[in-house]
DNA sequence: GTGTCAATTGACACCATGTAAAGATACGGG
DNA sequence: CCCGTATCTTTACATGGTGTCAATTGACAC
């Protein structure tokens, strides 16, 4: 509200995420995001009118914080759509780090809230639309196994990026980034690419 | 508590699994589910202690009434690994629509308590040893794939059969029951079948 | 100095879980 | 016939987190 990018608002998100980061997305009370920040409870309410909107507002900031944009562009300007997949399953597999708190947290709020509900969706429709060029370029380039068409490779492929999988892969099956990223290129490789 | 297997016991689980089944998981109440069975919402604390311990006892209600152990026998059956993989695939792909709203409340819960947290891993730990004794089969009949350990081949198995996946899959992009098993058992298959 | 904006303080409504205590109802045995 | 016991109901209340409200403080600009 009031003013965009007030200071107390960048401690706020900044202190959002940090909590939501260090305690793996769970348990995380509005005053304990307040204390974190050094502000009073009502504060963190005169800038984000609830708690799912504090989350909302928190992951826009990682997007920034993390150079999504830039990012994006990396992986779409790769001269094949075999290595746009390599590159897209990559740039996931570092960023997801950086944001498993608040998604964490945002997973949760789904269930009870709308609003998260809809941000979201939102957030995994935009992962789904790079599944899709990815799968597109692959059979523009006549790359596409033929078990699969372009719809049912690019919902096969979204699945395998959800964050329960990578959270299951490396939380508690111990997987580096790494081995997540190279394993997870092989196996959509093995299933899609001719 | 008290007696085991009492009526009303039966028709506050019954009540609960429909509820949650209904509802997908979501915003279910003790006193909705006191409602849905017909008793006061202190009858259902005189027979569960807690959410988690109804929710828990749920589950086994429902691992009961569909045969799990049944259905497992018929996987274990099977004469080849291969074979085997399939029936898994296909059990899992059965079975999951009649747990999914109690699932998906215990995912909820796990978030804030302890018990729930443990009821789910134990859950999740039975799953996994399935897709271990596939792998294994697989291996000893010398049909692994060269790039996967029996570990790393289990890990990413397990991972692809996650309840997200599947509800990413059936619920957001529309694939019916079969569709999921069958393209479920062609990604397996291709990924780690020689 | 005065007006204004940002933040603090403290109180409160709301809602769901879980607890506690006092009755109602039924049933079987002396 | 009445007693004891077990089961369920009713009502009230503690707890904990979200979100609201209103009065107050402090700083800075004009």
Redesign the interface.
């Known amino acids: 509200m009031s003013r965009e990018n007030t200071e107390t608002q960048k401690k706020i998100l900044k202190a959002t995420v940090k909590s939501l980061t260090d305690s793996g ?3 995380v009370r509005m005053s304990d995001i307040a204390k974190a920040a050094g502000v009073s409870r009502q504060a963190v309410y005169l800038h984000f009118a609830s708690r799912t909107e504090l989350l909302v507002a928190a992951t826009r900031f990682m997007d920034e914080e993390l150079n999504l944009e830039k990012r994006l562009e990396f992986v779409r300007s790769a001269e094949t759509a075999e290595e746009r997949l390599t590159r897209y399953v990559h740039f996931w597999g570092e960023y997801i780090p950086g944001i498993y708190g608040i998604a ?1 947290a945002l997973m ?1 709020a789904r ?2 809230d709308e609003a998260a509900n809809a941000a979201w969706d939102d957030r995994m429709s935009a992962l789904k639309s790079g599944c899709r060029s990815v799968v597109r370029g692959l059979k523009e380039e006549d790359k596409l196994k033929s ?1 699969w068409t372009e719809d ?1 490779a690019t ?2 492929f ?3 990026l ?4 990578w959270e ?2 490396t939380l508690k ?1 111990g ?1 580096t980034s790494e081995l997540y990223q190279s ?1 997870m290129t ?2 959509v490789s ?2 899609f690419v001719k």
């Open positions: 997305g769970a348990g964490k949760v269930h009870t078990e049912t919902e096969a979204w699945s395998l959800l964050i329960p999988v299951n892969l099956c997987w394993r092989l196996m093995t299933n």
